[in-house]
């Protein structure tokens, strides 16, 4: 008896923790997604203007500038990746035309992606006790909550950004139309559901257009396979509804493509069938290039997107643990096959795409597909390893201590990163660019050696005067007497990004460069700004920055 109850009272406190973890994660969540986000520090940062592009063509919209294709791809294929993105940020510009707004579906994805991955993770562990699982999908939540690269890249005006969210979604609709005991029209209903995420997701990035139409097929032979064992052979129309659902979703690309002779989709299907080979290095070379990047590009995940640390001793962690994990939680898997079919297929493709790409190279956000499979495999090798049990708490030790000190290091930058938001040396946003023009004159010069090339059609001041100041101010890279020029009391410094030299004569890139050969991005660093350097009359001055009126 005494046995028991200790026991009950055991599971009692994991389930309460479990909780504790669950309301700890949505609530990291709310604020560094949703609340952060209206502190918007980054929307012309780093050398292209992209989220500025973006703010212009949506915003556009209204205007009836109807996008039939996205942004280009900058390296394999240059082709253009399909324009839902646009659509499914436009309706947020209800509320205004402040940037931000463009930057919230973001936040508003990344922050419901920690309840969905909760949820998903509950229904994946079949056959654990309940408090096991509510501790566990806690735990998955709460790790997924603090990696800074999401929360940083959540907080942009950007297309790869909301790519985990609707992985998650596209998951959910497959399960429950697996394991859900519906009407015919509530499944059909769930299918058109299927494929409109399937046709967002491939709107995304170029990852999610050549992996996730895969995954979909792989999915949809399954469900076939299971009508047709059940002699349920009307339910086999169900995939094709999807199918059409996606296809008239993205109508705009198509009303495009009737026009170009659809070159964006020939040019996709050159990019898949095209041998990338170089040209001179033999088969045996070849082979062992993409198994090389196969391999690499996995297991500098956790370091990079976990541990945020570019030694050695990190990356041979990484890899230890990660080949761990990745074969405890795949051998071991007693869960629920439909939502492990999703995630699998999509990892293993995806890394398959992935061998082509330089494992050198590939940042944070290529990585989005996969960013959560560390998390699920050391959770399902935590709840079904059934080694003995001094092994088992050997590895639960280890991997407690991986975990913190994992969820530490992003604490680390998750700080200096709401810092750079909300401390009393706050970056200069949106919202101070936007004051700072509506005391400006009509028809002012602004005047910022960066505004060249692409960001002389899209900056930031052009941006914000056109849709939100109207002041009719003009904005040049070539700095003379009578311009004015905003002068940042601090600057973000980040890789990649353009700033300007304190004579505003020419500008500068920030390239940060570590003992190791591993892209640690997004990591950046606050420094004051130093004094202009020519002659200036100073017209005002902001929490953030000093307005001059050049002499």
Request: a positive charge.
């Amino acid at each position: 008896m005494y046995k028991l109850n200790s026991e009950s009272q055991h599971f009692k406190r994991v389930q309460v923790i479990g909780y504790l973890l669950i309301f700890l994660a949505i609530a990291i969540g709310l604020i560094t997604r949703i609340i952060a986000v209206f502190q918007y520090v980054s929307f012309d940062i780093g050398q292209d203007p992209d989220q500025v592009r973006d703010a212009f063509v949506v915003i556009n919209m209204w205007q009836g500038d109807l996008p039939t294709l996205g942004s280009q791809v900058a390296t394999i294929g240059r082709h253009h990746i399909l324009p839902l993105y646009y659509y499914l940020f436009f309706p947020f510009t209800i509320l205004g035309a402040d940037p931000v707004f463009q930057a919230l579906p973001n936040a508003l994805f990344s922050f419901l992606s920690i309840p969905l991955l909760i949820y998903l993770v509950y229904q994946l562990l079949e056959h654990i006790e309940t408090p096991i699982r509510i501790f566990l999908s806690g735990l998955a939540g709460f790790w997924y909550s603090l990696l800074y690269g999401e929360i940083f890249i959540s907080n942009f005006q950007w297309n790869p950004s909301s790519i985990p969210f609707f992985l998650l979604l596209f998951t959910l609709l497959y399960y429950l139309q697996m394991e859900g005991d519906f009407s015919l029209a509530v499944q059909m209903l769930l299918w058109v559901g299927y494929g409109v995420t399937l046709a967002i997701l491939v709107s995304l990035h170029s990852s999610t257009l050549f992996v996730l139409p895969i995954v979909f097929m792989i999915s949809c032979g399954v469900f076939i396979y299971q009508v047709v064992k059940q002699k349920r052979y009307l339910l086999i129309s169900l995939p094709i509804v999807s199918i059409l659902s996606a296809i008239l979703a993205l109508t705009p690309y198509w009303i495009g493509e009737f026009s170009r002779g659809f070159q964006n989709t020939k040019s996709i299907f050159k990019t898949i069938v095209t041998n990338d080979s170089q040209a001179g290095n033999s088969f045996l070379m070849n082979l062992g290039k993409k198994i090389s990047n196969l391999f690499l590009n996995y297991f500098k995940l956790f370091q990079e997107a976990y541990l945020w640390n570019h030694s050695w001793i990190a990356l041979v962690v990484s890899v230890i643990f990660l080949a761990i994990i990745t074969y405890w939680g795949i051998t071991k898997f007693k869960g629920n096959k439909y939502i492990w079919c999703i995630w699998l297929s999509t990892w293993g493709i995806y890394l398959y795409a992935a061998s082509n790409l330089d494992s050198e190279t590939t940042v944070f956000h290529y990585k989005l597909l996969i960013i959560f499979a560390p998390i699920i495999l050391t959770i399902t090798s935590l709840a079904y390893l059934n080694l003995s049990k001094q092994k088992n708490l050997i590895f639960y030790v280890i991997t407690g201590m991986i975990i913190t000190y994992s969820c530490l290091s992003n604490l680390f930058y998750d700080y200096q990163f709401m810092l750079s938001k909300y401390g009393n040396n706050r970056l200069i946003n949106t919202a101070d660019i936007t004051k700072i023009i509506n005391q400006l004159p009509d028809g002012a010069v602004i005047c910022d050696p960066r505004v060249r090339g692409k960001r002389i059609a899209n900056n930031q001041y052009k941006y914000i005067d056109t849709n939100i100041t109207h002041k009719n101010i003009s904005v040049v890279n070539v700095c003379v007497s009578g311009n004015y020029v905003i002068h940042p009391q601090r600057l973000l410094l980040i890789d990649g990004t353009i700033l300007n030299d304190p004579s505003y004569e020419k500008i500068t890139y920030v390239k940060f460069t570590p003992p190791e050969p591993v892209k640690l991005w997004p990591i950046f660093e606050i420094v004051q700004n130093r004094a202009i350097a020519r002659p200036a009359k100073l017209v005002f001055t902001t929490d953030t920055a000093n307005v001059y009126l050049l002499n």
